[in-house]
Nanobody
Framework: QVQLVESGGGLVQAGGSLRLSCAASERTFGSVGVGWFRQAPGKEREFVAAISWTGARTYYADSVKGRFAISRDNAKNTVFLQMNSLKPEDTAVYYC???????????????WGQGTQVTVSS
């Protein structure tokens, strides 16, 4: 069973940047679409970004378009989320998920990491 581990979260001031990583335990990770999602307290998990297995196709939520960039290094079984111009409303636990292909619906993924906390102060 594949395991996903997110890292790179932290506390940053508004306007700052963070780079999240999602590392997988299996090479098959390199042949599947991967999504980043986030969940704020009391809210439903929401789509942030997704990338196809080749990296040729990327998708973003409107709220992060132009500020976030998703990428992957299949040789290292890792997907990244570069987050720039961070806003307080980006504060959430960020998760990477697989199993559902390239999708904006978190319910279609069946493998998740433990999440990494991102806190943006104003």
């Amino acid at each position: 069973q594949v395991q996903l581990v997110e890292s790179g979260g932290g506390l940053v001031q508004a306007g700052g940047s963070l780079r999240l990583s999602c590392a997988a335990s299996e090479r098959t990770f390199g042949s599947v679409g991967v999504g980043w999602f986030r969940q704020a307290p009391g809210k439903e998990r929401e789509f942030v970004a997704a990338i196809s297995w080749t990296g040729a196709r990327t998708y973003y939520a409107d709220s992060v378009k132009g500020r976030f960039a998703i990428s992957r290094d299949n040789a290292k079984n890792t997907v990244f989320l570069q987050m720039n111009s961070l806003k307080p409303e980006d504060t959430a636990v960020y998760y990477c998920g697989i199993g559902g292909g390239v999708t904006t619906d978190y319910r279609e993924h069946n493998y998740w990491g433990q999440g990494t906390q991102v806190t943006v102060s104003s």
